[in-house]
């Protein structure tokens, strides 16, 4: 058994990472190619995510300040009381709720709180679920990533391995290029899945400050519909 390390066999081109591709078997290559899809399609969602997610907090910031200035909240809400904000849509349902329940002559003020409060809250999770819409890809990604690498890491392996029994040879280079695609199916595997997770966390919790923010609103606004409410005989 030849236990020799001949290195004009194995150099660092033959090593390198198209050549890990292109000497790879048909299983090992698909297994690169989804996760190196899948890469993409995380750092894609990421980006969008970060600007949509930072436009929507920086709109709905100052949505809020304009409206807690507003000396009439109707004429605002007709004014920008139709944006596609998530403050915006939360006050659109308390608005619109509160015409539903005040427009008989009689008003069930404890009903209306409960419609308004039911309305508002049925917003902020509808906003929430359009917000985090693609969370559960970064999610899925971020999960399954390494364990698809790790597939291809042990179809590399078990190919080296069936090298060195139909070859009778043990060198490196015989078991060297095997191994190192196996290895660099796992490596694009944690590339796809570390950003993925990262992001995950980071956006989530980002969903869940701008969820805060949309109850915090709920809430003053609910209670100037109270006090409205109140005021009325």
Known sequence: MNLSIPGAMTDAATLSPLALFLQADIVVKGVMLGLLLASIWTWAIIIAFSVSLRKASKQSHAFEQDFWKAEDIDRFYESRGKAELPSAKVMAAGVTEWRRSTASRVVDREGTRDRLST????????EVDRLSDRLNILATIGSVAPFVGLFGTVWGIMRAFTSIAA????????????????????????FAAIPAVIAYNRFSHGINRMEARMARFADGFYATLSRELEAQR
Do not use: D, R, Y
């Open 167 to 190: 070859e009778q040879n043990s060198s490196l280079a015989v078991v060297a290029p095997g191994i190192a695609e196996a290895l660099f199916a796992t490596a694009i595997g944690l």
């Open 119 to 126: 309305a508002m809250s049925s917003a902020i999770a509808s």
